[in-house]
């Protein structure tokens, strides 16, 4: 008699129904999680633009702004941009960079572009919307002087949420916050009570 090896056919089938049933079980959680981590990483990328027009200005001793974008295509900025209040690109530059998103950065050309940043880059497909300081009001820009504080306190971006792209489900949603002193934090709107992590 000889020595068989290998499966049989029922149990190579029995091993892809389980294997099926598992990712089906699975596959609403891997999407989820990979929604919360691209919040995550578009929450990290606008603080890191805040805090970039705020070491520019401290640097240069002039008033430096941090701009959201909107742009054509997620992956690049273009001269086609406008500020928008939902937009995860971003702009920092001495004027502003409407029409001029795609210009390379300079200390002397207008809009004297420090850094951009296209949405994709960070997290694509994520909900953005940035407020002033009244919670309601849309806010599209934040300048910064040589001290590091905010100068347009009446219009500047107070807070910008970031959330995932469906409205219907339920995210890990962040917030990145900007104080008039010019400090920047994410937090989180729907953590503990008492949490460090509560906005």
Known sequence: MKDQRGFT????????????????????????????????????????????????????????????????????????CALSSTSAGWVV?????????????????????????????????????????????DATTVTFNGFGRVVNTGDAISWIEVNGPLSTATYRKLRVTVAAAGATRVCDPDAATGSPRRC
């Open 9 to 80: 056919i029922i149990e190579l089938m029995l091993s892809i129904a389980v294997l099926a049933v598992i990712l089906m079980i699975a596959t609403p959680n891997i999407d989820k999680w990979l929604d919360n981590t691209r919040i995550r990483n578009a929450a990290a990328a606008l603080q890191d633009g805040l805090q970039r027009a705020r070491t520019e200005a401290v640097n240069r001793n002039q008033n430096v702004s941090f701009y959201l974008v909107s742009q054509a295509s997620p992956g690049a900025l273009d001269n086609n």
């Open 93 to 137: 530059s001495v004027n502003s960079p409407v029409s001029k998103c795609a210009d390379s950065p300079s200390t002397t050309t207008s809009p004297m572009i420090v850094l951009g940043r296209p949405s994709g880059d960070s997290g694509g497909g994520v909900r953005v919307s940035a407020k002033r300081s009244d919670g309601t009001t």
